[in-house]
């Protein structure tokens, strides 16, 4: 009810507006909404955020900056930066990515080298693919960065380390001496977000300024390794972990919403010819297209829960000195945040397709989402990357289960009891227990298939390098079929154990089957040629789909209504929750930049000498008046 909190019609705005606004909202609902002792909102102002955290900048400052102090930082270096950047004084970024390089971090170019007479480190960027380029907040907002550089001692390279430096002046915002620093231009979404490049030359910062949790330089220059050097990528991990729910579900749970709320007003054609006009979401067809997107978003929810809960398990042992869980919590947020991503993107493309012209107006809200959804595939390592990593750690478990019983989110590779499946009905095929069955046997094989493939090549004299880049798309298809048995199967687990009343139970079920059995029937050559099913189970499998559709229909609306967004935060004019699509997307388009006057005078200028010469050759005047 704060007005300052409305959202302004962010699309009739410049970009330059649009960062401003951000900026402004972002500070006042932080300063004035949030208890100014924490950093840790909690209750309606934390759900608040969460939701409205599409148009907050500061994001990269809040969701990367300040974890990585916590997370490389000293105790000390803690008590110094943790009060100044939650409390906004200082603001900073995550500086990783250069021109030159962002997935392969091995090949960063800025060097931090050590200058023991001084005890500083020097900053450089040797050359142009050196400058750091896409870090949000960083091109007019941030006046800190925590700058990933290869630190150099004597010459001798150490890898790449976490340094705080300050690039602005804290009273007058100017970059210091040495840095060049600026926005990198218009992109596909994030209007509202200053992603910046950075180039630093000669810039001297304090030794103290290593961030050394994991590592440390003392004063004479000697190098001291203090953890475990793989912790250095753990914010990576973190990140993964949480923009699953914060930049996938939540903003295809906003997709859904306002895509089956239309389908439910726009009446559109008929299916039976004496009725009347109905509406979309009559069409099986467009329950195809939006109610597997539905349950993706309850099965990415919980599965994200589950992850949530195992990184922050993870954390408290890394805090006791044992990382031996980091491996498996890799590969599995990198895969989750990989396959996720891909899903969601597609999903709310998938969505936006199917409320036809209106959902390719902005108005719609649609494009926004779909656009910033675009980026999750990229940012916090790109897809074909983590998939990459997600597989190379699946293959070393998959030769490790010919010994071992192993366990965790992996433990299907090391079970050889008999998983055929013996459905003979489409119902049994919405059986919970039979679709985790069939996608840990799937996962399982697409592992072994891509990992007998690669042992091939190598037993012929291919080099295991060469095997891996030749095989990388069935490691690929493994990494996916991986996260799909683990999102079914935590779903699963977590419907079940889910203390609820029998109808929600019922309703939440049949979303897992319906996320289950989409993703089969979108992927049904692996599991026939796996032998997972036959091609008569993959008929019933379709019907099985096809009669969840049916189920589903009438509670559709009251589902994505379970959401609980307000119109405020989908901007809307076609998810409004009274509806009223027309009304609002006329007075949507009124209220266009375009429409402030009649006359269009910019390009009037242009129009009007042929507006004359019509007239005049309408009258039988002008230059060729034969009409
Ligand atoms: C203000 C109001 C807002 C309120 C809301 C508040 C907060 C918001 C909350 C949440 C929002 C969430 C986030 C914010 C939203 C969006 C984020 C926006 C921007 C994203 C920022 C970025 O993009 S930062 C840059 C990201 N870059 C990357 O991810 C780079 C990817 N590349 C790599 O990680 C590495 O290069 C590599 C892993 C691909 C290869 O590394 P390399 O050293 O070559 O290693 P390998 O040889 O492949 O493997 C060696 C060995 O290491 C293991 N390993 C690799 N990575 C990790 C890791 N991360 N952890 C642990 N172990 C790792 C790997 O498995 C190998 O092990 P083995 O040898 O045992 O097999
Ligand atoms: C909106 C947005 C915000 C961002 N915010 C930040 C930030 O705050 N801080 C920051 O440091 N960075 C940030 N980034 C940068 C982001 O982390 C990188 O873009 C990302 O890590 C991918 O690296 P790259 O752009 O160099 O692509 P590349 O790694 O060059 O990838 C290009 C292509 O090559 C393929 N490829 C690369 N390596 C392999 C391989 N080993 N095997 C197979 N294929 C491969 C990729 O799949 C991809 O198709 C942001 C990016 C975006 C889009």
Not at 381 to 407: F, P, S
Request: charged share 20%.
């Amino acid at each position: 009810n704060d007005t300052s909190m409305q959202h302004r019609n962010l699309n009739h705005m410049t970009r330059e507006e649009r960062f401003s606004e951000a900026m402004r909202r972002t500070l006042y609902a932080l300063k004035v909404l949030l208890p100014r002792e924490g950093w840790t909102p909690v209750g309606p102002e934390m759900k608040y955020l969460a939701r409205a955290i599409k148009e907050f900048t500061f994001i990269i400052h809040a969701g990367v900056f300040i974890p990585c102090i916590m997370s490389y930082g000293t105790n000390e270096q803690i008590a110094k930066w943790f009060p100044l950047a939650a409390d906004f004084r200082i603001i900073g970024t995550y500086a990783q990515t250069e021109l030159g390089h962002g997935s392969f971090l091995r090949g960063l170019e800025t060097i931090a080298t050590y200058d023991r007479a001084n005890q500083e480190f020097i900053i450089n960027c040797p050359k142009i693919t050196a400058m750091k380029w896409w870090p949000g907040d960083m091109g007019k907002s941030a006046n800190h960065v925590l700058l990933m550089a290869e630190l150099v001692i004597d010459g001798k390279k150490y890898g790449m380390h976490g340094f705080m430096v300050q690039i602005r002046d804290l009273t007058t915002h100017e970059p210091l001496p040495g840095v060049t620093v600026g926005d990198i231009g218009a992109k596909l979404s994030f209007e509202s977000v200053d992603n910046g490049f950075l180039y630093l030359q000669n810039v001297r910062i304090p030794r103290e300024n290593l961030l050394s949790k994991l590592s440390e330089v003392h004063p004479d220059g000697t190098y001291i390794k203090k953890g475990n050097q793989r912790l250095m990528y753990g914010s990576m991990v973190r990140v993964r972990v949480n923009l699953i729910a914060h930049e996938i579900v939540m903003p295809l749970a906003k997709a859904c919403t306002i895509a089956v709320r239309y389908s439910a007003v726009r009446r559109q054609g008929l299916i039976n010819p004496s009725k009347e006009e109905v509406p979309v979401l009559d069409y099986v067809a467009q329950q195809h297209k939006l109610l597997p997107q539905v349950a993706t978003v309850f099965m990415a929810h919980f599965a994200a829960k589950q992850l949530v809960k195992m990184h922050h398990d993870y954390s408290l042992e890394v805090e006791k000195g044992n990382t031996s869980q980091l491996p498996e919590l890799h590969a599995l947020s990198a895969g989750m945040k990989a396959c996720l991503s891909e899903q969601g993107a597609a999903g709310a493309e998938i969505v936006r397709r199917a409320c036809g012209g209106h959902g390719y107006s902005c108005g719609s809200g649609l494009p926004f989402i779909v656009n910033r959804m675009l980026a999750t595939c990229t940012y916090e390592g790109e897809n074909t990357v983590m998939q990459l990593q997600c597989a190379r750690y699946l293959i070393k478990c998959a030769d490790q289960a010919k010994k071992d019983k192993l366990t965790g989110s992996v433990w299907y590779l090391s079970d050889f009891s008999n998983m055929s499946c013996t459905a003979q009905t489409f119902g049994d095929l919405q059986e919970p227990s039979v679709l985790v069955k069939l996608h840990e046997r799937r996962a399982k094989c697409a592992v072994q298939h891509a990992g007998k493939k690669m042992q091939n090549m190598v037993k012929n004299g291919t080099p295991a390098h060469d095997a891996w880049n030749m095989m990388a798309t069935l490691l690929i298809n493994a990494a996916r079929a991986h996260i799909m048995q683990y999102v079914v199967g935590t779903s699963v687990t977590y419907i079940s154990e889910l203390s609820c009343s029998a109808s929600l139970k019922k309703i939440l079920t049949q979303l897992c089957a319906l996320y289950a059995l989409h993703n089969i029937n979108s992927n049904c050559g692996d599991f026939v040629k796996f032998g997972c099913l036959t091609s008569a189970q993959c008929d019933l499998a379709q019907e099985a789909e096809f009669n969840l559709l049916k189920q589903l229909r009438p509670d559709a609306v009251g589902i994505v209504d379970s959401f609980d967004f307000t119109d405020d935060i989908l901007q809307s004019c076609l998810g409004a929750y009274d509806g009223n699509v027309y009304e609002r997307l006329f007075e949507w388009a009124k209220q266009a930049p375009m429409n402030k006057t009649e006359v269009h005078q910019d390009s009037y200028q242009y129009l009007q000498p042929y507006l004359h010469e019509g007239r005049d050759v309408l009258e039988g005047r002008g230059r060729n008046s034969k009409l």
